[in-house]
């Protein structure tokens, strides 16, 4: 079995065993990883087949994705000193484009699919302030897993009516 069908088994029976903790236990762990991205997302969008309540999903799974971003902060608040005497001159273009651009540039990566552990670690080393990276993130992250939960609530039941196949 590979290392994405453990995982799923081990998300889905932590949902199944836990409900709503799983899934913000899940978006968190599956967040936290520094540019190796987990299938949460789909977890997100079949947790229909489990009964789950797709608003309070996509708000649980956002609050987890968004806590679990801070590890790429604190990756990059750590490595500051080694980057900025490595990087000088992209140091200060990120430090500026941090300060004019900060919050909704940490807004839109963490809304779409685009690499946001790699806006985390910038947001770290250029020390831009925790509470609205967070708030950011959490903003982009919520509305991202609304929008897949209430998906999955609306085409899950049709996955399931036409294919005669459960997805838990």
Same mark, same amino acid.
């Given at each position: 079995?590979?290392?994405?069908?453990?995982? $799923?088994?081990? %998300?889905?029976? @932590?949902?199944?065993?836990?409900?709503?903790?799983? &899934? =913000?236990?899940?978006? !968190?762990?599956?967040?936290?990883?520094?540019?190796?991205?987990?299938?949460?997302?789909?977890?997100?969008?079949?947790?229909?087949?489990?009964?789950?309540?797709?608003?309070?999903?996509?708000?649980?799974?956002?609050?987890?994705?968004?806590?679990?971003?801070?590890?790429?902060?604190?990756?990059?608040?750590?490595?500051?000193?080694?980057?900025?005497?490595?990087?000088?001159?992209? $140091?200060?273009? %990120?430090?500026? @484009?941090?300060?004019?651009?900060?919050?909704?540039? &940490? =807004?839109?990566?963490? !809304?779409?699919?685009?690499?946001?552990?790699?806006?985390?670690?910038?947001?770290?080393?250029?020390?831009?302030?925790?509470?609205?990276?967070?708030?950011?993130?959490?903003?982009?992250?919520?509305?991202?897993?609304?929008?897949?939960?209430?998906?999955?609530?609306?085409?899950?039941?049709?996955?399931?009516?036409?294919?005669?196949?459960?997805?838990?």
């Amino acid at each position: 079995m590979s290392f994405w069908q453990n995982f $799923f088994l081990f %998300a889905q029976d @932590w949902i199944v065993n836990f409900s709503y903790l799983g &899934i =913000f236990l899940v978006s !968190l762990i599956g967040t936290s990883t520094i540019l190796l991205p987990f299938p949460i997302y789909l977890i997100i969008f079949f947790s229909e087949g489990l009964g789950l309540n797709p608003f309070l999903v996509g708000i649980i799974a956002g609050i987890g994705s968004a806590l679990g971003e801070a590890t790429g902060y604190a990756l990059g608040y750590g490595g500051r000193k080694l980057l900025k005497k490595k990087y000088k001159k992209w $140091f200060r273009i %990120a430090e500026k @484009w941090f300060k004019k651009n900060g919050f909704v540039t &940490i =807004f839109i990566f963490a !809304l779409t699919p685009l690499p946001d552990d790699i806006v985390g670690i910038i947001g770290g080393m250029t020390k831009y302030e925790i509470k609205k990276f967070f708030l950011a993130s959490a903003l982009g992250k919520i509305i991202l897993c609304l929008l897949i939960a209430y998906s999955g609530h609306l085409i899950v039941p049709y996955f399931k009516e036409f294919t005669g196949m459960l997805v838990w």
